[in-house]
């Protein structure tokens, strides 16, 4: 499921979430919230990964590119 996925079923258990009747919570709705939003936490927290390694992969690749242009003059 893609982070959009997520965050509209979310929103979704989120509207399910207190019986407007009784005003209780379902227990079941809550089990279900919290995965999801477990499941968000982590797709974002690898989504920050990705974009680190990335930023890394870039620095390197310009240092690499610097030391070559400093090694042929």
């Known amino acids: 499921m893609n982070l959009f996925q997520l ?21 079941e709705v809550m089990a279900e919230l919290d995965e999801l939003e477990m499941a968000r936490d982590k797709k974002l927290e690898n989504i920050g ?9 870039g ?3 310009c240092l ?8 042929g003059s």
Not at 12 to 26: C, K, M, S
Not at 64 to 71: D, G, N, Q, S, T
């Open 59 to 61: 620095v390197l690749t």
């Open 64 to 71: 690499m590119r610097a030391r070559k242009k400093v090694a």
């Open 7 to 27: 965050d509209v079923n979310i929103e979704r258990l989120a509207d399910q979430l207190i019986d407007e009747e009784t005003g209780e919570i379902n227990e």
């Open 49 to 57: 990964c990705l974009i680190k390694a990335k930023m890394a992969d």
